[in-house]
């Protein structure tokens, strides 16, 4: 990696169109706020889009692919409220913030997963008693909080959330429980 190409890959990679790699940069590109990127032979590395704080900062989490060859991810930074966005990206690379998180809705998202039409995430931060949520969002960028952390259920998740077979959601969270030190979670 390169200032241009972005800096800092974080979120893991996924197989997506046209047999590419995809990520995402948490620094680095035109603005130095993050880039998604694209790797393949034929390609080497590609900057496909950078952010400019306005459509969100350090990405996070990596990308997910849906059925019509878009990108969606995370921003853990930058919106119109500086506290991350749920962003789309086309085949054409266009980029737009279908969510921006303001703290009542939530703050500092940590990645997302697909299902069906819908993707699936965590705030590390913000809604009812700001220490996290977990959400569900449709590709046109409708926001439902599905659960709102406390102590004792847990607070401050952390990481992506895994779709189970069993069809639940699963994650952990960094502090919280009857320990202090976080727990392991399921959603139905």
Known sequence: ???TNGSNP??????????????????????????????????????LFSFDLTNGSSPSGGVVADNAENLYGTTLLGGTAGQGTIFKLTPTNTLTALVTFQHTNGAFPCGLVVYSNSLFGATFAGGT??????????????????????????SNPHGLLLLGTDG?????????GTSGKGVFFRLS
Request: hydrophobic share 35%; net charge negative; aromatic share 14%.
């Open 1 to 3: 990696f390169e200032g």
């Open 10 to 47: 974080v979120g893991g990679l996924v197989l997506g169109p046209h047999g590419y790699y995809y990520g995402t940069a948490s620094s680095g590109g035109a603005s130095g706020y993050g880039t998604v990127f694209a790797w393949g032979p034929k390609i080497g590395l590609s900057n």
């Open 168 to 176: 639940y959601l699963y994650g952990t969270t960094l502090q919280g």
């Open 129 to 154: 008693n700001d220490l996290g949520e977990v959400f569900s969002a449709t590709t046109g960028g409708s926001l439902t909080v599905l659960a709102s952390f406390g102590i004792t259920n847990g």
